[in-house]
């Protein structure tokens, strides 16, 4: 059985770091892009940012460029999200997902995603 469990989630004030990870298992991911998404209260979920396989080509969201970091460690099958300089807004409950084809992801396509976790919350106070 598939599954992708994220964990790091947590309260943290403006400026803060938070670092959430996820751990997929269940089949290969050989090939796939990993990415994460979010969603805030009231609203649709959004993309937050993706990577290959090969971990050459990342897309990120304009709204977390030069404050997010995303990683994947193929070995372990699992991707990491470094967040900095954590602002009210991006609080959410984030999502990480898996693209067999590689292709939705980097495009920020939700709707292409194979495989989802279940989330984590995170919630950034002012």
């Known amino acids: 059985q598939v599954a992708l469990v994220e964990s790091g989630g947590g309260l943290v004030q403006a400026g803060g770091s938070l670092r959430l990870s996820c751990a997929a298992s269940?089949?290969?991911?050989?090939?796939?892009?990993m990415g994460w998404f979010r969603q805030a209260p009231g609203k649709e979920r959004e993309f937050v940012t993706c990577?290959?396989?090969?971990?050459?080509?990342?897309t990120y969201a304009d709204s977390v460029k030069g404050r997010f970091t995303i990683s994947r460690d193929n070995t372990k099958n699992t991707v990491s999200l470094q967040m900095n300089s954590l602002k009210p807004e991006d609080t959410a409950v984030y999502y990480c997902?898996?693209?067999?084809?590689?292709?939705?992801?980097?495009?920020?396509?939700?709707?292409?995603?194979?495989?989802w976790g279940k989330g984590t919350l995170v919630t950034v106070s002012s």
């Open positions: 990577i290959n396989w090969s971990t050459r080509n990342i």
């Open positions: 997902a898996a693209d067999l084809g590689g292709s939705s992801c980097i495009m920020g396509h939700s709707n292409g995603m194979d495989y």
């Open positions: 269940g089949r290969t991911f050989s090939g796939s892009a």
